[in-house]
């Protein structure tokens, strides 16, 4: 798709607009019980992490619900697994829960999709999933059963709220993908006061993420005119709100300014889909339970690299965006740049990657259906070695 800054692509495309409501500022989630009633949800499950179940911001959502009665979990893991989401749909079931409320970072919403996902359709989650087969079959099972609404209350900059993706991780180590429009988060609650207790490290490697779904949405072969348009104001914003959060992670104002960044930049996804690099960071988190933030910190430069001669120009316009005209190369200045300013991560061996993983992460990640999306093919498991390798 070649596109200008004031004209639309000459062939047909489909823009898909998620049935999602954003309600952002100080103190929404203190009406939180007002809109479950609203969305016909009596009985929650709510799903959060260890780290948030410990913070002000869940203590503000348990008496936001009031009298609501609400189903408790246990805390979900940072790399949510099959058998939990299999045991917490059954436990759904039985105690008659009619919606879910995520409250923290993207692992408890996309666990929230995945229940919802199964009580919805039946059988066992790796049903649903979605395969890719190089080098260019991609099959996405119809998920058509009508889901149960979530409602999301954001903490990081994630962006899973507003999109249809999941990934779960399975058994074996790898991670399935299933998506479904139906269980984007139909309310996004967002409140950077409530978030007051997250780490900067940890806002700021998630950014580094949503900065990852504004990118690979400029080059993605799915992308749209609307998508381009999102991604475009989600990287001028995070190019600002990254630094300003780093310095002063209290800053209320730049908390939020990231937040509505990644919210924005998991818009670009709802059409555009990732590509290779959110491929490698799915599997380096389900291989080695390296968090995905910093797999993305540490891995966004190296793949903006890889696909610089096939996205010259979408990479241009993104370098544009964030303060650095120039090519792909300085696109990739500004990102090494900023992982230093940050103080996020920058190779592998400090998220804790072992050198002895690598080889199956790349032949792993030659089944992961962003390679369906990149703009350069991806030829064989020996690129992507080579791009780990780089960035160990």
């Not at 990640?365 to 690129?383: F, I, K, W």
């Amino acid at each position: 798709m070649t596109t200008s800054a004031f004209s639309l692509p000459q062939e047909p495309f489909v823009q898909r607009s998620p049935a999602s409501r954003l309600v952002m500022g100080r103190g929404v989630v203190g009406a939180l019980a007002g809109e479950l009633t609203t969305l016909g949800v009596s009985r929650p499950m709510v799903l959060a992490g260890a780290r948030t179940r410990q913070s002000s911001l869940f203590a503000s959502v348990a008496q936001a619900l009031g009298s609501v009665p609400w189903v408790d979990t246990a805390a979900v893991p940072s790399h949510s697994r099959v058998d939990l989401v299999e045991s917490l749909t059954v436990e759904a079931r039985a105690r008659d829960v009619d919606g879910f409320v995520s409250v923290g970072g993207g692992s408890a919403v996309d666990t929230a999709k995945a229940i919802a996902i199964l009580l919805a359709e039946g059988g066992r989650l790796a049903d649903h999933a979605v395969h890719f087969t190089p080098p260019a079959t991609l099959r996405a099972p119809s998920l058509r059963a009508p889901k149960l609404p979530i409602v999301a209350i954001p903490s990081t900059a994630s962006g899973a709220e507003v999109t249809g993706s999941v990934g779960i991780r399975d058994a074996s180590g790898a991670k399935l993908i299933l998506s479904d429009p139906q269980v984007a988060a139909r309310l996004v609650l967002l409140d950077a006061h409530a978030g007051l207790q997250v780490s900067a490290s940890v806002l700021c490697s998630t950014a580094m993420n949503a900065l990852a779904h504004g990118i690979e949405g400029l080059y993605s072969r799915e992308r749209t005119p609307m998508a381009e348009t999102h991604a475009l104001e989600s990287l001028a914003r995070l190019a600002q709100a990254i630094p300003a959060v780093s310095h002063n992670h209290q800053d209320e104002n730049a908390r939020a300014q990231l937040l509505y960044a990644a919210h924005l930049a998991g818009l670009v996804l709802v059409n555009a889909r990732t590509c290779l690099h959110h491929a490698l960071c799915h599997v380096i988190g389900s291989v080695t339970g390296a968090a995905h933030g910093e797999a993305n910190a540490v891995m966004l430069p190296h793949c903006v690299a890889f696909n610089a001669e096939a996205a010259a120009a979408p990479l241009a316009r993104a370098a544009q965006a964030v303060g650095a005209p120039g090519g792909p190369e300085a696109l990739v200045g500004f990102i090494r740049a900023l992982q230093t300013m940050a103080r996020v991560p920058r190779r592998l061996r400090d998220i804790g990657v072992p050198h002895a993983a690598l080889d199956t992460i790349a032949h792993k990640a030659m089944h992961e259906r962003g390679l369906h999306y990149n703009p350069r093919p991806v030829t064989g498991s020996s690129d992507v070695l080579a791009l780990l390798e780089a960035a160990y």
